[in-house]
């Protein structure tokens, strides 16, 4: 169980372009996703956490008109990397979790296989 | 700043020896903590967690150990096997105010040797 799945898993597209990602969960309900990006040797860093039908929280430094975010379903999620350029590239994941019952801040995130993207 | 740290970054285990993989942390408000097991391609697959509440939390082959005081947790595989030859990454979260925020560690690769 608790399968999530992001597409596509590498991109590559010039410089200017804007890129779509999604992220979905397939068999579970995902109150809440987040997305995430890795630096070559380091670890994952929290872009945005998106709640099913409201505005993502994204952290500091992370430009909410560069990164945008909508969560339009409980199943599904969508990181859009507008105008990217070559320091977009990187290493984006989506994680989910599910908000049901009990203390959902312990429920475990899962997390897809990622996307490698590069602009040239 | 890292948060969570893990210092090795790579472990040799014979198989059904037991592998320890450590993970410190230096922020005393994070009150829960996953480990993660992630293969090449493939993203991070939740492997067991542990509350603030617990000291030890055992799933299967797979042990989590937390010590607050050092704030230091460990994960035990006992017995190892080859499939488990993976990266683990330990994570943590703060509660309340950063329950969405989860800090990873850089990883350990573990590697099981036949």
């Known amino acids: 169980g608790a399968v999530v799945s992001q597409h596509p898993s590498r991109v590559i597209c010039k410089s200017g372009t804007s890129v779509k990602i999604e992220c979905r969960s397939l068999d579970f309900q995902a109150t809440t996703m987040f997305w995430y990006r890795q630096f070559p040797k380091q670890s994952l860093m929290l872009m945005a956490t998106s709640n099913e039908g409201s505005k993502a929280t994204y952290e500091q430094g992370v430009e909410k008109d560069k990164f945008l975010i909508n969560h339009a379903s409980l199943t599904l999620s969508t990181l859009t990397v507008t105008s990217a350029h070559p320091e977009d590239s990187s290493f984006y994941i989506c994680?989910?979790?599910?908000?049901?019952?009990?203390?959902?801040?312990?429920?475990?995130?899962?997390f897809g296989d990622g996307t490698r993207l590069s602009i040239l | 700043d890292q948060q969570v740290k893990q210092n090795s970054p790579s472990l040799s285990v014979q198989e059904g020896r037991i592998s320890i993989l450590n993970c410190d942390y230096t922020?005393?408000?994070?009150?829960?903590f996953l480990w993660y097991k992630k293969y090449p391609a493939e993203g991070p697959t939740f492997l067991i967690s542990i509350s603030s509440i617990k000291d030890k939390n055992e799933d299967g082959r797979f042990t989590v150990f937390l010590n607050k005081s050092a704030k230091h947790l460990s994960l035990h595989i006992v017995p190892s096997q080859p499939g488990d030859s993976a990266v683990y990454f330990c994570a943590a979260s703060a509660g309340q105010t950063g329950a969405n925020n989860l800090f990873f560690g850089t990883g350990t690769r573990l590697t099981v040797i036949p």
């Open positions: 922020n005393s408000m994070f009150d829960y």
């Open positions: 994680s989910a979790r599910e908000g049901k019952g009990g203390d959902y801040r312990h429920q475990p995130q899962h």
